[in-house]
C-alpha cells in the first residue's frame, strides 16, 4: 500500500471512531511533490498530514469551530505518530520547526500582506526535502487560500 493509501485509510479509522470527523482533502499539488521524495513512507504521511492540518486551521471560523478543532488535532496526532514510526530526530526537529515557522509566517502575513510571504507558507513542509521547480511552486501559489491576487504570484 503506497503512503496515499494508507494515509487515507488511517484516516478512515479516524472517521469511524469519531462521528464529527472527517478527513480534509489532500492538497494534489503538495502530494505530486511528496510522492517523488526520495524520503522514508512514515514521513511523507507526516507531511501530508501536517499541511492539511496546517490548511485546515486557516478555515476555523465560529460555526465550525468545534469539528474545525478536532479535525486539526487528530491530523496533528497523525504527524506525530507518523513521525515516531521509524523515528529520525533529524526530520523530526526539521518539521516542528517548519511548523514554528509557517505560523510565524501566517502571523506575519496576515499583518504586513507581504505576497513574497505566501510561497514560504504554501510550500513549508516540503521545501526542507527538495528544491521546487517554477512550475510547481506556481501551482501552489495559484491555489492558495492566501492569494487574493492570483497573477502577482507567479515566479519567474
Given at each position: 500500500m503506497d503512503f496515499i493509501a494508507q494515509y487515507k485509510h488511517d484516516n478512515q479509522l479516524l472517521e469511524q471512531r469519531y462521528s464529527s470527523y472527517t478527513c480534509p482533502e489532500i492538497n494534489p499539488y503538495i502530494a505530486a511533490i511528496v510522492e517523488r521524495l526520495e524520503i522514508s513512507s512514515n514521513v511523507k504521511k507526516a507531511v501530508i498530514a501536517i499541511d492539511s492540518s496546517m490548511r485546515f486551521a486557516d478555515l476555523i471560523t465560529h460555526d465550525n469551530k468545534a469539528t474545525a478543532l478536532l479535525?486539526?488535532?487528530l491530523l496533528s496526532a497523525l504527524?506525530?505518530?507518523y513521525m515516531a514510526e521509524q523515528?529520525?530526530?533529524e526530520q523530526f526537529k526539521r518539521?516542528?520547526?517548519t511548523v514554528?515557522?509557517?505560523?510565524?509566517?501566517?502571523?506575519?502575513?496576515?499583518?504586513?500582506?507581504?505576497?513574497?510571504?505566501i510561497e514560504k507558507i504554501e510550500?513549508?513542509?516540503v521545501a526542507p526535502f527538495t528544491?521546487?521547480?517554477?512550475?510547481?511552486i506556481n501551482s501552489l501559489l495559484n491555489e492558495s487560500t492566501y492569494n487574493k491576487n492570483k497573477s502577482r504570484c507567479n515566479i519567474e
Open positions: 479535525t486539526t488535532d504527524f506525530y505518530r523515528f529520525n530526530p518539521l516542528t520547526q514554528k515557522d509557517q505560523n510565524v509566517w501566517k502571523s506575519q502575513y496576515k499583518e504586513s500582506g507581504d505576497i513574497n510571504l510550500t513549508a513542509f528544491t521546487l521547480s517554477h512550475d510547481e
